[in-house]
């Protein structure tokens, strides 16, 4: 089994930064498994924002963030990391980290269905 707990999240206001983190333990670790963040604000439909691949670190990034938002991870602490620079009113959600260990190809997955393993998430808000 393995267990994500998300921390970071906050209010912040417009233009400014905050770092998630998602601490993973159990049968897991960083290594050799897709890991990524996810986010749903109220009313709507969860979606991706960055993905990453331990084995290779090919990374992948929603359009609307691109540019703005660096994921990383720390393997020695078992640890994903999102970086979200100039936030915007509409980054405010709910963020989530997930995981997926079996092979889906090179390059992580963005698609909220293709991770089985999910934290309890974090709340997101950015006051203009």
């Known amino acids: 089994q393995v267990q994500l707990v998300e921390s970071g999240g906050g209010s912040v206001q417009a233009g400014g930064s905050l770092r998630l983190s998602c601490a993973a333990s159990?049968?897991?670790?960083?290594?050799?498994?897709?890991m990524g963040w996810f986010r749903q604000a109220p009313g709507k439909e969860r979606e991706g924002v960055a993905t990453?691949?331990?084995?290779?670190?090919?990374?992948r990034y929603a359009a609307s963030v691109k540019g703005r938002f660096t994921i990383s991870q720390d393997n020695a602490k078992n640890t994903l990391y999102l970086q979200m620079d100039s936030l915007k009113p509409e980054d405010t959600a709910t963020y989530y980290c997930?995981?997926?260990?079996?092979?889906?190809?090179?390059?992580?997955?963005?698609?909220?269905?293709?991770?089985?393993?999910w934290g309890q998430g974090t709340q997101v808000t950015v006051s203009s």
């Open positions: 997930a995981a997926r260990s079996s092979w889906l190809g090179s390059n992580p997955p963005i698609l909220p269905q293709s991770y089985p393993y």
């Open positions: 990453i691949y331990s084995n290779n670190l090919n990374t």
């Open positions: 159990g049968r897991t670790t960083t290594t050799g498994y897709y």
